[in-house]
């Protein structure tokens, strides 16, 4: 049974940092290229962050780069995104995911979700 459980949503205040992690299991995720999605209130949901599977090379939407990093961790089943700098256009719930292919227009294995709030 595949799971990707997501933490470390939280209410946090513009400028701060913070860490959410998604914890995989039942898919051989050494093979698997995670990405970080989110979805405000009343908005498509979009592409945040991805790492690739086989050269870890990471991928960004232009909002958050430079106060976004991605990571993962192979022996522990375990991707990280890194908030920094937070604004309140970040405000949405944050879903990881897992696909074969970095590119894909739509992941394989989602998440339930984590809430990340940013007040002004």
């Known amino acids: 049974?595949?799971?990707?459980?997501?933490?470390?949503g939280r209410l946090v205040q513009a400028g701060g940092s913070l860490r959410l992690s998604c914890e995989a299991s039942g898919f051989s995720f050494r093979r698997y290229a995670l990405g970080w999605f989110r979805q405000a209130p009343g908005k498509e949901r979009e592409f945040v962050a991805a790492i690739d599977w086989s050269d870890g090379k990471t991928y960004y939407e232009d909002s958050v780069k430079g106060r976004f990093t991605i990571s993962r961790d192979n022996a522990k089943n375990t991707v990280w995104l890194q908030m920094n700098s937070v604004k309140p256009d970040d405000t949405a719930v944050y879903y990881c995911a897992a696909d074969k292919v970095v590119a894909?227009?739509?992941f394989e294995y989602w998440g339930q979700g984590t809430q990340v709030t940013v007040s002004s």
């Open 104 to 106: 894909s227009r739509e």
């Open 1 to 8: 049974q595949v799971q990707l459980v997501e933490s470390g």
